[in-house]
């Protein structure tokens, strides 16, 4: 059974920075691509960014050039460092691997003046 465990969400203010960390069990991680999802009150949720086993990353229109998606393979963790964060950012993010149907708990983004 694959579990996700995410981590590092908070409140920061506008033009502020975060690190996401999700850490993975119960699966061979470094073969499976990673992705970053997010859901804020009263949307549905949405990929933001995902990671490739080869490495190849790719992100939603709306944080490309902000956001960078990463992975530790020997660590199984993959991250998502989050700058210059705006308002509409705000969601509860959450990660998962290709092919599974779990969830995690996710981590809460509040940005906030």
């Known amino acids: 059974q694959v579990q996700f465990v995410e981590s590092g969400g908070g409140l920061v203010q506008p033009g502020g920075s975060l690190r996401l960390s999700c850490a993975v069990s119960g699966s061979i991680f470094s073969i499976y691509a990673m992705t970053w999802y997010r859901q804020a009150p009263g949307k549905q949720r949405e990929a933001v960014a995902t990671?490739?086993?080869?490495?190849?990353?790719t992100y939603a229109d709306s944080v490309k050039g902000r956001f960078t998606i990463s992975r530790d393979n020997p660590k199984k963790t993959a991250y998502l460092q989050m700058n210059n964060l705006k308002p509409e950012d705000t969601a509860v993010y959450y990660c998962?691997?290709?092919?599974?149907?779990?969830w995690g708990q996710g981590t809460q983004v509040t940005v906030s003046s």
């Open positions: 998962k691997s290709q092919g599974s149907s779990n």
């Open positions: 990671i490739f086993s080869t490495g190849t990353t």
